[in-house]
């Protein structure tokens, strides 16, 4: 399997510019769309207090605090970002006359990145936005595979499939991107499961893709025990494709990570960067990361956010609390001790919107289980074919 894009390191920074869409994709975590976009003054307040804060994540003196140092990301997210192409462009152009002049260390060090449902290139303002920021632009389009389960999970808000939106403009999208630096993310979820090692072809053959991040969604699919077997011979056919395919293609969820083995790995870290992702909502206040944010709440009433755009970053202690919720201290007993353990991701903003308190879901335990069987499974056979050395003596993953 050839290696991962390689992701820009540095502070990430969010804006919701927009929480309208234009799909209503069945899976969406944001479970409260509504038409409304993020006020520009509330953007340049945000830019303002991340430019002048010396800490606006409360992580000096911690291991943290190289992310300081780094560059500065620019991630804006809806709905869809591309509903609102002039707002963005504006957002970039005041954070880029502000650095520059305050001779900030980021005014030449940043990146911005979109995530689209790729239905909206067709759109002049969408394109010609795209060609402006060319060069410090990534934009990630969503397919989750193959044409039946695509169109059945992201679809208009009339129920018809977007497949043929895409594809419309898609060899347009690579050319701009650049074909290998492309990478598509595709969710999965329960209805997704006959179709994984299809769609996995699908979005190598068809849509030229040698990158695909691919997971399966952190919400309860229950699952039945005919739905897991079936994914474990969609599994064992993916590998056996990806294995054919193995010098042009890169499919997430067989990492090598994945297969490591061992409970408990950095037992006092969590899995993702939340705590330390500030992210500012249309309401004008900022959350520790965006599955904080308001339309992703079960209820409106959870409200933990980390400052707003009048008073500052003045709850920011909050940042700690959320990166205090480690996978010791969150995590069951049967998940300390799971051979697989290191390798289980878990969402902490996603499992806050659901109940208002913090938690490790282990609804997707046995998702991750035969994930971790197969990618172990891969990167054996891998090694044989390659002659290389994927494990230790201890059976443990040599990353």
């Not at 880029?96 to 260390?105: G, N, S, T």
């Not at 933990?304 to 003045?314: C, I, K, P, R, S």
């Not at 205090?324 to 290191?342: D, F, G």
Request: include cysteine; proline fraction near 4%.
């Amino acid at each position: 399997m050839i290696p991962a894009v390689e992701n820009y390191n540095g502070l990430d920074t969010t804006f919701q510019v927009t929480e309208d869409c234009n799909l209503r994709c069945k899976y969406c975590y944001e479970v409260d769309k509504k038409p409304g976009d993020l006020p520009f003054e509330y953007a340049q307040k945000f830019i303002d207090i991340i430019l002048t804060d010396d800490d606006p994540i409360n992580v000096r003196g911690t291991e943290l605090e190289w992310i300081l140092q780094q560059g500065l990301i620019l991630d804006f997210i809806g709905g869809d970002a591309l509903m609102v192409p002039e707002l963005v462009d504006k957002i970039l152009h005041y954070f880029q006359y502000q650095a520059v002049k305050m001779k900030h260390r980021w005014a030449y060090r940043w990146r911005a990145s979109i995530s689209s449902n790729g239905t909206l290139f067709e759109d002049p303002k969408v394109r010609d936005f795209m060609m402006k920021y060319k060069e410090n632009l990534s934009i990630g389009v969503s397919v989750d595979g193959c044409p039946e389960i695509h169109d059945k999970n992201r679809i208009h808000k009339d129920g018809r499939g977007t497949m043929k939106d895409i594809q419309k403009w898609w060899d347009w999208y690579l050319e701009w991107h650049g074909i290998d630096n492309v990478a598509t993310k595709a969710t999965c979820n329960k209805d997704t499961i006959p179709y994984l090692a299809k769609s996995i072809k699908f979005l190598h053959e068809e849509m030229r893709l040698k990158h695909v991040n691919i997971n399966f969604i952190f919400e309860d699919m229950h699952l039945t025990q005919d739905d897991l077997d079936l994914l474990d011979k969609e599994m064992e056919k993916s590998i056996e494709y990806i294995l054919e395919h193995r010098t042009d293609l890169y499919v997430s969820m067989f990492d090598k990570g994945f297969g490591i083995g061992g409970p408990l790995k950095d037992p006092d870290k969590g899995w993702c960067g939340s705590g330390a992702m500030p992210c500012l909502s249309i309401n004008g206040k900022i959350y520790p990361c965006f599955r904080f944010s308001p339309n992703t709440m079960h209820s409106r009433k959870l409200d933990f956010y980390v400052g707003d755009v009048w008073n500052g970053l003045n709850h920011k202690e909050r940042f700690e609390i959320v990166r205090q919720q480690t996978r010791k201290k969150i995590s069951p007993e049967k998940c300390l001790t799971c051979e697989v353990e290191s390798a289980c991701a878990w969402c902490i903003g996603g499992a806050f919107a659901e109940k208002g308190e913090f938690y490790r879901q282990t609804n997707i335990c046995e998702v991750h289980k035969l994930q971790s069987k197969w990618s172990r499974r891969y990167w054996e056979e891998y090694d044989k074919l390659e002659g290389t050395k994927s494990f230790d003596e201890s059976g443990k993953v040599i990353l």
